[in-house]
């Protein structure tokens, strides 16, 4: 309580500072708090919030699927004080998930802020007839152990389809998903199912029942559209997490039925993004693609202006069965990315060898890899090598003209692991050399990284090496950089 007491005279004693010359201080505190709500308290500040007309236009803490209006209300709230900071910064990121509001002075009064740290997200799946969840924590990963009510109606677990569903129709509610002592708050929209006369249903029976038997011996994945969902399992997979402006956005994916037989019909691809307001949300069929092989689907597309995505939102890639006029096509499988506008740091290019010195005969082997900051391939990457010779001695017979730039070429980078460069025997000339290989990396983005290996190379076939093991010393003859057996004799 004294802490609650000593922050809300902090925020009155900016404020009354402030009026003490207004011409040059904010009419704002400088101090943000924020303050801990219970679950009850965070619904009916959530129910208000979509009750106000403005609730879609406050940004105070936005955060995908996060309501953050302002609210008039007593000091009741402020009962568990949890930190503080400036008012011109943000929330800092290390706020642990639950709900909040936070409070500052403006004027000659305190504004509280509902600001809620959700730990899961949520997509609303529209089959035309339930209410079906999908749920991922923050890591992206399935959350299948959450509580969830639509008003007081519980929804049930699908441990086959990995969501949530509430069958039938039901009126527009808030939706509560408990996860890891988290209550999340979530709006649904009412889902009116149309009714049918008795003599119109019966009929739509008989007709279902004759495709059936038309159908019955067709292959397990032409049957009902309505099964199509819940018969089939797969994967799909991006070339990069998470997408910035001008990206290429490229998608593969690989579906089966339950019995492991891939499916091979043509599937609608679309763009996708689910908000609780029909203005911020998007369902847009990008193409239609034909397996290039039984179960196999890809695409790539450049993102652009004309598929009007927002930064900072995530999207979805849904691959949709399609069906016959005025019916929605099916979502078969799907798959979330994040679009923002993040800059990518230095290019990392690392190259390497197995070994410092090298004995003719034996293969000189450059491995080199190139990434960005999420770890992952430059796929575009082109690499320029020059091999120096910075030193050569010890001439055999029959040396001739060596020349100060021994080789170069330019190589492709390989789109997974490393890229090895086997240098030719036939380069070397007849003595001892120290190299310099120079690497330079050239992205698409002009962006480039260079890169030094320095190597030795001895001409004479035959070494005696030594190398420490543990406690002893191992003595080795080598004649082309292979351990060959001889006699020997020890002296001391």
Request: charged share 25%; net charge positive; glycine share 4%.
């Amino acid at each position: 309580m004294k802490k609650l007491l000593s922050f809300i005279l902090l925020l009155w004693a900016c404020h009354t500072q402030a009026q003490l010359s207004l011409s040059t201080s904010s009419n704002t505190s400088e101090t943000v708090g924020l303050f801990r709500i219970t679950d009850q308290e965070a619904r009916k500040l959530f129910r208000d919030a979509l009750i106000q007309t403005a609730y879609s236009q406050q940004n105070y803490y936005q955060r995908e699927n996060t309501a953050a209006p302002e609210f008039q209300v007593n000091d009741g709230l402020l009962h568990t004080f949890i930190r503080s900071w400036k008012q011109n910064e943000e929330m800092p990121a290390d706020v642990p998930a639950g709900n909040y509001v936070t409070v500052y002075a403006r004027n000659n009064h305190l504004v509280y802020t509902y600001a809620p740290v959700q730990n899961v997200r949520m997509h609303i799946l529209d089959n035309q007839n339930d209410l079906i969840i999908s749920v991922l924590d923050n890591k992206d990963q399935m959350v299948t152990n959450a509580s969830i009510w639509l008003g007081n109606k519980k929804l049930r677990f699908d441990p086959d389809n990995h969501y949530y569903i509430l069958k039938g129709g039901h009126k527009d509610d808030i939706i509560t998903i408990k996860s890891n002592g988290v209550a999340n708050y979530f709006y649904a929209k009412e889902r009116k199912i149309k009714r049918m006369s008795q003599l119109k249903y019966r009929y739509l029976k008989l007709r279902s029942f004759l495709r059936f038997q038309h159908h019955r011996y067709r292959r397990p994945h032409d049957d009902d559209d309505e099964e199509m969902e819940s018969k089939v399992t797969g994967f799909m997979v991006f070339n990069k997490p998470k997408f910035k402006p001008g990206d290429s956005i490229r998608m593969k994916a690989f579906i089966t039925d339950l019995k492991g037989n891939p499916i091979n019909i043509p599937l609608e691809l679309h763009l996708t993004k689910y908000a609780w307001f029909n203005n911020d949300q998007f369902d847009t069929m990008l193409v239609k693609l034909t397996p290039y092989r039984p179960g196999a689907y890809e695409f790539s597309f450049l993102q652009n202006e004309g598929l009007k995505m927002k930064l900072d939102k995530d999207y979805s890639l849904c691959l949709k069965k399609p069906r016959s006029k005025n019916r929605s096509p099916l979502p078969v499988i799907s798959k979330d990315f994040h679009y923002e506008a993040y800059e990518l740091s230095e290019l990392i290019f690392k190259i390497r060898s197995e070994k410092t010195t090298y004995q003719r005969g034996t293969p000189i082997k450059i491995f080199l890899k190139a990434t960005d900051e999420n770890d992952l391939p430059v796929l575009d990457g082109r690499v320029s090598v020059d091999v120096i010779i910075d030193r050569s001695e010890n001439y055999a017979p029959g040396a001739t003209f060596i020349p100060s730039k021994l080789w170069e070429t330019t190589l492709q980078l390989e789109p997974t692991g490393e890229t090895i460069l086997t240098l030719p025997d036939s380069i070397f000339p007849k003595a001892d050399l120290s190299l310099r290989v120079n690497c330079v990396l050239k992205s698409s983005s002009n962006d480039n990284r260079n890169e030094t290996l320095h190597l030795n190379y001895k001409w004479e076939a035959a070494a005696i090496r030594f190398e420490k093991k543990g406690d002893f010393l191992e003595i080795n003859y080598e004649e082309n950089g292979k351990p060959v057996p001889v006699s020997h004799s020890y002296c001391s």
